[in-house]
């Protein structure tokens, strides 16, 4: 069956750095196209990232020059690296596989904070 697996959440410092990953199974993962999600507390979950399946990237404006998402196709997996973190990037975050499906991780906590 599909499996998404996120990994790297954890508490950092304001201007700390984290970077996630989403290893992905059960899919042709070079076909799909693969995003990052984050939900906080009282509020919906928004799209932070996505990478195509040829590797164009977008960002939400909130995180732009921040963060950079990648990945890898030979290890299945998607990365977002996030640098000069904020509180307001505290949310657990999501990776979503989409090829006409969508698929969903379970999501990792990432808590910035002094």
């Known amino acids: 069956q599909v499996q998404l697996v996120e990994s790297g959440g954890g508490l950092v410092q304001p201007g700390g750095s984290l970077r996630l990953s989403c290893a992905a199974s059960g899919i042709i993962f070079r076909l799909y196209v693969m995003s990052w999600y984050r939900q906080a507390p009282g509020k919906q979950r928004e799209l932070v990232a996505v990478?195509?399946?040829?590797?164009?990237?977008n960002y939400a404006d909130s995180v732009k020059g921040r963060f950079t998402i990648s990945r890898d196709n030979a290890k299945n997996t998607v990365y977002l690296q996030m640098n000069s973190l904020k509180p307001e990037d505290t949310a657990v975050y999501y990776c979503k596989a989409n090829y006409g499906s969508n698929y969903w991780g379970q999501g990792t906590q990432v808590t910035v904070s002094s």
């Open positions: 990478i195509t399946s040829g590797g164009s990237t």
